[in-house]
């Protein structure tokens, strides 16, 4: 399958700064999502990022705290706004190649806001 | 509901152990299926997908009933090496993963 290059792997922020973090694959993909880890806890999908358009964002995501980019079909970024401790998390992008296959994920971001 | 349920365990389990992991889902709509594994400070991986006939990878058994909306892993002769968390995911309408809590396993010498 294909790879994804997630940077930056880790981070410390200070509260009310942002961090974009840039997720790109090696080869196109049909689709890309952001996901969110936090501490303990499984996965939590935060947006599909779309290729030209608008992200579709989940329940309790919202465009001006998580604005998501995806400018090609290898490449998209999400950005943390105005960041809080409550902020402090994983996060991951995926990819998926064609409707038919599994997902696969960058190595993920590791943010610490202080 | 959450769309996607496990057991969350613990699992500790000595070496050479058979275990079993169960999963429900909620959208009966689904069409995909999959295991993943997550290691520590790791992200997700591909364990294997999940197919209606069931399907077996060496020591893993994955298996679906589609009527009960139920998902279930099977490790026989566990190693050391599996101490993981394993992900049950199921296949969003949109195409995104839905995941479940996950399972932690710790296999024990």
């Known amino acids: 399958s294909a790879v994804i290059s997630q940077k930056p792997s880790r981070d410390i922020c200070q509260r009310g700064t942002s961090l974009t973090i840039q997720c790109q694959v090696d080869s196109q993909v049909t689709m890309m999502f952001w996901y969110r880890q936090q501490p303990g806890q499984s996965l939590t999908l935060i947006a599909t990022a779309n290729q030209g358009s608008e992200a579709t964002y989940e329940s309790g995501f919202v465009i001006d705290k998580f604005p998501i980019s995806r400018p090609n079909l290898t490449f998209s970024t999400l950005t943390v706004s105005n960041m809080s401790p409550e902020d402090s998390s994983i996060y991951l992008c995926?990819?998926?190649?064609?409707?038919?296959?599994?997902?696969?994920f960058g190595q993920g971001t590791r943010l610490t806001v202080v | 509901r959450k769309e996607v349920e496990q057991d969350p365990g613990p699992f500790n389990v000595p070496e050479g152990a058979t275990v079993a992991f169960n999963c429900t889902y909620s959208?009966?709509?689904?069409?995909?299926f999959f295991w993943y594994r997550q290691d520590c400070r790791k992200e997700p991986k591909l364990l294997m997908s999940?197919?209606?006939s069931g399907n077996e990878d060496g020591r893993f058994t994955a298996q679906l009933n589609r009527a009960s909306q139920y998902i279930s892993l099977l490790i026989r002769d566990s190693k050391l090496s599996d101490s993981a968390t394993y992900l049950c995911?199921?296949?969003?309408?949109?195409?995104?993963?839905?995941f479940g809590a996950g399972t932690r396993l710790t296999v024990k010498p």
């Open positions: 959208n009966s709509a689904s069409q995909s």
């Open positions: 995926s990819g998926l190649q064609d409707l038919n296959t599994e997902a696969f």
């Open positions: 995911v199921v296949r969003g309408n949109n195409n995104d993963m839905r």
């Open positions: 999940v197919y209606s």
